[in-house]
């Protein structure tokens, strides 16, 4: 099962900083923090990953501690368009040459105008 | 930007008859995948395909489904004999070759079954 704890829901206001927190309290040494977002029942979209640092790009910012135990997903300047579930992915088995993702029910968030 | 198509987007079947799901995986990537997700429930794994053979396969995935690459930018999902149970968003998804972690998975938009 997912190893990771999401809060199920959040609010943001429009143009503020959404940041979402994850909890991955037994997080290995060589697995990666994913974070993706799930529009409406569309694709599921790739944001941002990471293993220990701290990790930016045109979407968003990853903040992982220190101890890898927890991380954060901010993103900067929220917009209507924002408004979906996040997932928090870090238990990725290996099978031989390929992985799989295994999903929680992720933190809807809100972002209200 | 590169992106993982599928078709349909959406199709109703009677139960029993056979369903073809497919996508075109991004044109450099070698590692595809079947995941699917039951209106209001978790995404789940299915499969994994590389190098033209499953790599893993989940519990949901049993005789009555069936992956394919046809030829060169297809990858197929066939459901054999439908069940009302199979009614769900099936996402198809590919990932570069490349050995390591930190390999990124990319989904495309899906397939809504409804099964009837």
């Known amino acids: 099962d997912a190893k990771t704890t999401q809060p199920p829901s959040m609010d943001c206001a429009e143009g503020r900083a959404a940041n979402l927190p994850c909890n991955h309290s037994?997080?290995?040494?060589?697995?990666?923090v994913y974070w993706y977002r799930q529009i409406h029942s569309q694709g599921p979209q790739y944001i941002i990953h990471?293993?220990?640092?701290?990790e930016t790009n045109e979407m968003a910012s990853l903040i992982i501690t220190e101890d890898r135990k927890s991380s954060t997903l901010i993103l900067p300047h929220a917009t209507l368009r924002d408004t979906a579930v996040y997932y928090c992915?870090?238990?990725?088995?290996?099978?031989?040459?390929?992985?799989?993702?295994?999903w929680g029910l992720g933190t809807s968030l809100a972002v209200n105008p | 930007e590169p992106e993982v198509t599928q078709t349909p987007s959406h199709q109703v079947t009677q139960m029993g008859q056979e369903v073809i799901l497919r996508c075109v995986p991004i044109s450099n990537h070698l590692y595809f995948y079947w995941y699917r997700q039951i209106l209001g429930q978790k995404v789940e794994f299915l499969v994994s395909f590389y190098n033209n053979e499953i790599s893993e396969k989940s519990e949901i995935f049993d005789d009555q489904f069936s992956v394919e690459r046809p030829d060169g930018s297809n990858f197929t999902l066939k459901i054999r004999s439908t069940k009302l149970e199979d009614s769900a968003m099936y996402f198809c998804a590919s990932s570069e070759a490349r050995w390591g972690s930190g390999n990124t998975i990319y989904f495309g938009e899906g397939s809504w079954l409804t099964v009837v």
């Open positions: 037994t997080i290995s040494g060589n697995e990666y």
């Open positions: 992915i870090v238990r990725v088995e290996w099978a031989g040459n390929n992985r799989k993702l295994i």
């Open positions: 990471g293993l220990k640092n701290n």
